[in-house]
């Protein structure tokens, strides 16, 4: 399968790149989610690609740029309801006992998916939720919420299969995104840092380290690449396959690329101003939306079976 992108496609990439570059710098992002860049992004039409004709495929490529900058915010829930769900748009999918909803703060509505539709609530209606006072990632802000009320019917099963493979499938592109940033972050500073009056960069050992990184991000962008094609071109068991595969790479991809850009940082890695940490606790935070890895996993192994 031929995985180079087309000169339209990568016109969208420069174009997401370039926005996210301007736009989006780390100075910004660690302020946390703004509301004007929110509307920068709606109004360049990151939130209504397929809505406007571009595939999934297209729209991949997008939110890897995306990951890539770790834009924060409600990204693929607000795109997922774009048309359906006015405003900015968080959701959860409900289990056992309390659940987290993220950025329930500045949402205008929440989508829960159930395994029988898709319902909307509003977050007013959530008055008993008790905020996370020390998230896991500063930049997601988390509420517990003990009980979901009753909402809005929005969608049937059919739907609720559509915002599974959707929401996997661009949380995937943004975690490849983000391991591909985590390359970039050890590798320049593998050519600045000096020791014994050379780069680091230059000692086999750190050569290892961002060849295996390199190694992982692009096998989970080609994971994430099929399975989007998967899910425009077929459905049933190949894309479950697909995106399973895609969600395993590009999760394990972000999470260990984050790991060994702070070893490559050594003990600058672990302080607050260089944002490889950023990378790393937002890799453990998508680990647990639209499907842990565990879960995954077993998709997987159902699929393959």
């Given amino acids: 399968m031929n995985f180079d992108l087309s000169d339209d496609q990568l016109a969208l990439r420069d174009g997401i790149r370039s926005l996210c570059a301007g736009r989006f710098t780390m100075e910004r992002v660690r302020g946390g ?80 998916l159930e395994d029988t539709g898709l319902v909307r609530i509003a977050p007013d209606a959530l008055a008993d939720a008790g905020p996370v006072t020390w998230p896991l990632d500063p930049l997601t802000p988390a509420h517990r919420v003990a009980v979901l009320p009753d909402g809005e019917v929005i969608g049937d099963g059919d739907d609720v299969l559509t915002w599974r493979f959707g929401g996997s499938l661009l949380t995937a592109a943004y975690e490849v995104g983000m391991a591909q940033a985590c390359v970039e972050a050890a590798t320049a500073y593998a050519h600045e840092r000096h020791q014994f009056d050379r780069p680091i960069g230059s000692f086999q050992a750190v050569k290892h380290i961002l060849a295996d990184m390199t190694v992982r991000a692009e096998i989970a962008r080609a994971a994430v690449d099929a399975a989007a094609v998967a899910v425009d071109e077929a459905d049933g068991a190949p894309v479950t396959r697909a995106i399973a595969g895609a969600r395993l790479l590009a999760g394990e991809a972000a999470l260990k690329n984050a790991k060994a850009s702070m070893q490559v940082h050594g003990g600058m890695g672990f302080t607050w101003e260089v944002d490889v940490h950023l990378y790393l606790k937002r890799a453990w935070v998508l680990n647990t939306v639209f499907g842990t890895a565990a879960a995954h996993a077993d998709a997987l192994a159902d699929a393959l079976a």
């Fill in 33 to 112: 989610f703004n509301r004007a860049a929110y509307d920068e992004l709606a109004e360049t039409g990151v939130f209504s690609l397929r809505d406007d004709g571009f595939s999934w495929a297209d729209t991949s490529i997008a939110f890897q740029e995306l990951g890539r900058a770790l834009v924060p915010g409600p990204l693929v829930w607000t795109h997922l309801a774009h048309g359906r769900v006015d405003g900015i748009v968080t959701g959860v999918e409900p289990g056992d006992g309390t659940v987290m909803v993220e950025h329930l703060a500045v949402a205008d509505a929440v989508v829960v």
